[in-house]
């Protein structure tokens, strides 16, 4: 983008923003299909403080709780670092110092959109702060900066569904462009998160080990699945959804690196589960349901598999969520 030339004087001092955590692929949907959930959510909040000379080193990022822990808080390798470093050098904020603070719920590197949630808000607060009208594609764009922290590489699944809510289809060729679908009211997800130890760019590591070229069939069987996902978000029909969430290229290559995952899988299947697949890179998973009344039940074999293996584990029942909100700007 072509640099601001003209200062920009920022119209508040101090915003809080939140972004949900999300699950993304969906199956067949790998790098396009976003969903954000409505039960975990980072806090972002951001002070500006305007200054008599510009320069560079103006940002500082405070990592709150014990998730946030292990996040590092240097520019670079934090999402909302990177985010904040892009932002500011297109529009050329230098001369303001900013103050990002980040509360983590959502457990960083599992497959939930932590990073992306951090991103999301950080972009949104930006935003807001400095009035830039920044239209939604490009406050896509601007998110999945973040995900370099993490991935490695821009990938825009989960910022979709953390900043929009819902189910969002990302396209990337020819251009950017993103489809939302609000979700029917009777999907419901179990997500487990196994405690394991996982490696530092968890995202980056997840995505070397999925096949670059894949035979045609394999292509043939993700994309009409993958059409069966997208129909079913139209139609509100969440056995359609379910139907289309089964991935032939994606899922057999990342399980291995989920102790259980088969098992996992077959139990809550027949728990009553309709899909079941990885959450993003993993190591969660997602179960997929029509009611929350099985959703207990669902819980409760993931736990007891995981127990069998001695992993601890966490469960979550969500519905879709509704995106990023900003909370308080002044
Ligand atoms: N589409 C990304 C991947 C999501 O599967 O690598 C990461 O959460």
């Known amino acids: 983008m072509k640099k601001e030339k003209y200062e920009i004087v920022a119209k508040y001092i101090e915003c ?26 980072d806090t972002v909040s951001i002070k ?11 940002v ?26 892009k932002i500011i050098s297109d529009y050329n904020l230098y001369n303001y110092n900013c103050l990002i603070e980040i509360r983590k719920n959502i ?12 991103a999301v808000a950080t972009a949104v607060s930006l935003n807001a702060l400095f009035g830039l009208n920044i239209d939604d594609t490009k406050l896509l764009d601007y998110s999945a900066e973040g995900e370099l922290a993490s991935a490695g590489v821009k990938h825009f699944d989960n ?10 289809i990302v396209k990337t060729h020819p251009k950017l462009e993103f489809i939302r679908i609000d979700s029917p009211n009777n999907l419901f997800m179990v997500i487990c998160v196994p405690l394991i130890q996982v490696p530092k760019m968890k995202t980056e590591f997840s995505r070397k080990v999925i096949p670059q070229q894949v035979p045609l ?5 993700n994309v009409a699945n993958a059409c069966s996902v997208v129909a079913g978000f139209y139609r509100k029909d969440v056995g359609m959804i379910c139907n289309g ?16 995952y088969e098992k996992i899988k077959k139990r809550s299947l027949e728990e009553g589960a309709m899909a079941f697949t990885i959450s ?17 039940r669902i819980s409760e074999v993931m736990e007891e598999e995981y127990d069998k293996i001695n992993i601890k584990c966490k469960t979550f029942m969500s519905k879709s969520g509704n995106g990023s909100r900003i909370v308080s700007l002044k």
């Not at 403080?49 to 080193?57: D, H, L, V």
């Not at 990592?63 to 470093?85: C, F, H």
């Open 245 to 260: 969430i089964n991935d032939c290229i994606i899922e057999p290559a990342r399980q291995k690196l989920i102790p259980g």
């Open 48 to 58: 500006i403080e305007r200054k008599t000379i510009a320069n560079k080193n103006n």
């Open 60 to 85: 500082k990022i405070i990592m709150n709780g014990d998730l946030g822990k292990s996040i590092p808080n240097d520019l670079d390798s934090n999402s909302a670092g990177k985010v904040a470093k």
């Open 217 to 221: 069939q394999k292509m043939v069987h």
């Open 16 to 41: 809080t923003a939140t972004a949900s955590a999300s699950t993304a692929n969906l199956g067949p949907g790998y790098d396009v299909f976003g969903l954000g959930l409505d039960v975990l959510q």
């Open 107 to 118: 457990p960083p590197g599992y497959g939930m959109g932590s990073s992306a949630a951090s």
């Open 159 to 168: 910022v979709a569904g953390s900043l929009f809510g819902n189910f969002v």
């Open 280 to 296: 993003g890179a993993g190591p969660s998973t997602v179960a997929f349901l029509d009611s929350s009344k099985k959703g207990l």
